[in-house]
């Protein structure tokens, strides 16, 4: 069972900045990849960036330019790194983790983006 707690969600204007942590239960070398997901009201999870085992990245394409996924694996932390930042963008964040056939979720940290 891996745990992940996300932090760093909060309130930001629009074309601000906010770096998103998330911290596994266990040495992320022990992970097939990580990633940052995010739901709106009324919307279904969608993914944002991904961190595949050799350092393969992969984003939404609304992600690309404005956001970076990057890890720190002394601390067992994935960050999701947010700029430009648009009120679309207002979404719950969640934190997962892929080991072998199951995926792990964190308890999601609220972003909104508003004036």
């Known amino acids: 069972q891996v745990q992940l707690v996300e932090s760093g969600g909060g309130l930001v204007q629009p074309g601000g900045s906010l770096r998103l942590s998330c911290v596994a239960s266990?040495?992320?070398?022990?992970?097939?990849?990580m990633g940052w997901y995010r739901q709106a009201p009324g919307k279904e999870r969608e993914p944002v960036a991904t961190?595949?085992?050799?350092?393969?990245?992969n984003y939404a394409d609304f992600a690309k330019d404005r956001f970076t996924i990057s890890e720190n694996n002394a601390e067992n932390t994935v960050y999701l790194q947010m700029g430009s930042l648009k009120p679309e963008d207002t979404a719950v964040y969640y934190c997962?983790?892929?080991?072998?056939?199951?995926?792990?979720w964190g308890q999601g940290t609220q972003v909104t983006v508003s004036s």
């Open positions: 997962s983790a892929r080991q072998l056939s199951r995926v792990y």
């Open positions: 266990e040495n992320i070398f022990n992970l097939n990849g």
């Open positions: 961190l595949h085992v050799g350092g393969t990245t």
